[in-house]
Nanobody, 114 residues
Framework: QVQVAESGGGLVQPGGSLSLSCTASGSFLNIDAMGWYRQPPDRERELVAL???????KYADSVKDRFIISRDNAAKTVYLQMHNLKPEDTAVYLC????????WGQGTQVTVSS
């Protein structure tokens, strides 16, 4: 069984920054890709960013040049640095850990509002 725990959400003003982290624990041999999805109010879940085990990254067009994904393989942790946040970034952010089965966290709320 795999546990996925996110932290770091909150309320931030437009133009501000926020960082999220997500740590995997439990019984598994290896972690493949790790990443972040988000679910805005009344909308479907969408990809934010993914990072492969060797560091290759993929970003949604809407967050390129504003968000940075990174990971610490020894700590089984993935990070998301979010800069120049916009109201449309408001969503529940969910962490995905592939072992290689998909394992999801409960989500953390990010609200961008003045």
């Amino acid at each position: 069984q795999v546990q996925v725990a996110e932290s770091g959400g909150g309320l931030v003003q437009p133009g501000g920054s926020l960082s999220l982290s997500c740590t995997a624990s439990g019984s598994f041999l290896n972690i493949d890709a790790m990443g972040w999805y988000r679910q805005p109010p009344d909308r479907e879940r969408e990809l934010v960013a993914l990072i492969a085990s060797r560091g290759t990254t993929k970003y949604a067009d809407s967050v390129k040049d504003r968000f940075i994904i990174s990971r610490d393989n020894a700590a089984k942790t993935v990070y998301l640095q979010m800069h120049n946040l916009k109201p449309e970034d408001t969503a529940v952010y969910l962490c995905l850990v592939m072992t290689p089965d998909p394992n999801w966290g409960q989500g953390t709320q990010v609200t961008v509002s003045s």
